[in-house]
């Protein structure tokens, strides 16, 4: 039996909690919150058997896990995973990895030498339908892609402990926040990484009468993203946050000299439209219990399932701290963009 614990009882807290009970051979032996709400609603969740502490590094200490799976606060990360390195854990972190190009640099490098696993969660690669989208694009069926296209249509942001996600400082900004999953995925469908990055974006409808001790929140609620990539791609991410109340709608789409493949999620309607010949639009099924384990359409599960395997048989990282720092640059570089009204050129 392979142990685990949790710092940073949550919303992502919890959802690891219930996939972790379906991956087989993986203990839940304990979690840390400083918050007081979230421990009680957590450990109700984990059970009477799972160890509940205020203090990580007590936990760390008395517990000591094979591995931790960090879903704390954006701006928590890089202090968590310098005081529990020494501990030398398998280390599964939430996104993003960090909310500064600097933090993240400074993470990967500890991951560069770290003594086991050191694990990005940018899960949304794990999700059935986008891995079968994935797999197409990767067999050569729409040719060199082209045109690569996101759009999320979705409600605002939720409420978090203390509202830490309502300010940019704390989150490092939607664009690393949120969109570090796209990012990622643009970087794993076109085997490329970008060289150049154009935004532009604000908040201007989600909360502008929101006051928090005074402070307005600072984080963007709507945006365009366009990147140009080494292998010549294009991508362009769109993203509103005030489109819909009660769900999200994801279409992702990527285009070449064969034709087009597009993927939509929560649908998970997989549609193959060539310019010549039969195309084809088929659903893409996810088992049913990681669907209600999370609210990622079962990408936690099979993230869970592709870290503990690499866990228990020496295996590598899936998702690196390389792909880590990558969605962040990619993200920092577009809040750039918006300030400054400029390009980015990522390599400065």
Not at 92 to 111: F, G, H, S, W, Y
Not at 174 to 181: A, D, W
Not at 238 to 256: D, K, P, S
């Amino acid at each position: 039996m392979t142990t685990y614990a949790i710092i940073g009882a949550g919303m992502m807290g919890r959802e690891h909690i219930a996939n972790l009970a379906l991956v087989p051979c993986a203990e839940l032996i304990a979690l840390a919150d400083p918050d007081a709400g979230s421990r009680k609603w957590s450990g109700h969740d984990a059970g009477e058997d799972v160890q509940v502490f205020e203090d990580y590094m007590t936990m760390m200490r008395e517990v000591q896990p094979d591995a931790v799976i960090i879903a704390a606060p954006n701006f928590r990360h890089f202090e968590i995973i310098n005081d529990i390195a020494e501990f030398g854990a398998a280390l599964l972190i939430e996104k993003p990895l960090a909310t500064t190009v600097e933090d993240a640099q400074q993470l990967a490098a500890l991951a560069d030498t770290y003594p086991n696993l050191f694990w990005v969660g940018l899960e949304y690669r794990y999700m059935p339908p986008i891995t079968a989208f994935i797999e197409q694009v990767h067999s050569g069926l729409t040719g060199p892609v082209k045109m690569l296209t996101f759009r999320e249509h979705r409600f605002p942001f939720l409420p978090k402990v203390g509202n830490w996600n309502r300010f940019s400082e704390n989150t490092g900004g939607t664009l690393v926040e949120k969109c570090c999953h796209f990012f990622d995925l643009m970087r794993v469908i076109l085997q490329s990484d970008p060289i150049r990055v154009y935004a532009s974006g604000g908040m201007d409808v989600n909360h502008l009468d929101e006051r928090y001790e005074g402070r307005r929140p600072d984080i963007l609620d709507n945006a365009y993203v366009m990147l140009d990539f080494e292998n010549g791609a294009r991508a362009v991410l769109e993203l509103c946050m005030f489109a819909n109340l009660t769900h999200q709608e994801e279409r992702l789409h990527v285009v070449g000299p064969e034709g087009r493949l597009s993927v939509s999620i929560p649908e998970a309607i997989l549609e193959w439209s060539p310019l010549r010949g039969e195309g084809y639009s088929r659903e893409i099924e996810t088992p049913a219990e990681a669907l209600s384990a999370g609210d990622h359409h079962g990408a936690t599960y099979f993230q869970l399932l592709d870290f503990h395997r690499a866990l228990t048989e020496k295996g590598k990282a899936t998702v690196t701290a390389e792909d880590g720092l990558w969605s962040v640059k990619i993200g920092g570089a577009a809040h750039q963009s918006i300030e400054t009204g400029l390009p980015v050129h990522i390599g400065e």
